[in-house]
């Protein structure tokens, strides 16, 4: 398998510090394209082999503005732990509900675009449904849980200009760790 074209921004590059712009349909061939092959990147980051051959870092998401492209696209490719993998294509997502539940990190949320050690917990809903649209341009409603939710709510976050960083309060890292779920 042929590593896609794809360089990831660093956190200090100003993009992944703007909002990305909403996305108008049809999407075109090379956008569509970008799209699978932000998946093929992620899924090939997950794979040991192939992540130590292309010196990859695992990645479960990746948004558009962590590319340049500042698109309100992300994709997050779930391994399913039988060798195949579940890939979702988010775009224009909205947030319909969630649930109070929060929930973190354990061992801490990390990012392709964040390349140091962090440390704190980052709060995130333990359910969410959303309302997004496909790369045809189907509306959907999808509910995630878990790791998905947090998954889906850190690259949503990448659209509206925030990394997870920005979410961990420097003064308390672990500021209120009790009121919420480790997963």
């Known amino acids: 398998m042929q590593l896609p074209d794809i360089e990831i921004l660093d956190e200090k590059d100003p993009h992944l510090h703007q909002k990305s712009t909403e996305v108008t349909f049809p ?19 997950q794979d040991e082999e192939l992540a130590k051959k292309y010196n990859l870092r695992a990645g479960m998401g990746l948004s558009f503005c962590q590319i340049g492209i500042m698109k309100r696209i992300f994709v997050v490719s779930e391994d399913n732990g039988d060798g195949t993998f579940g890939r979702y294509i988010v775009i224009n997502p909205k947030v319909i509900s969630h649930s109070e539940e929060l929930i973190y990190v354990g061992e801490g949320e990390g990012c392709l675009s964040v390349n140091r050690e962090t440390v704190g917990i980052v709060p995130r809903y333990a359910r969410v449904k959303l309302l997004a649209y496909d790369e045809h341009g189907k509306q959907y409603e999808i509910r995630v849980r878990e790791d998905i939710a947090i998954a ?29 779920r480790e997963i």
């Open 27 to 45: 999407l075109d061939e090379g956008t569509i394209q970008k799209i699978y092959d932000c998946l093929d990147y992620l899924e090939m980051s």
């Open 152 to 180: 889906f709510q850190h690259e949503m976050d990448h659209l509206d200009g925030i990394l997870f960083t920005d979410k961990i309060d420097p003064k308390n890292p672990f500021k209120n760790r009790e009121k919420m």
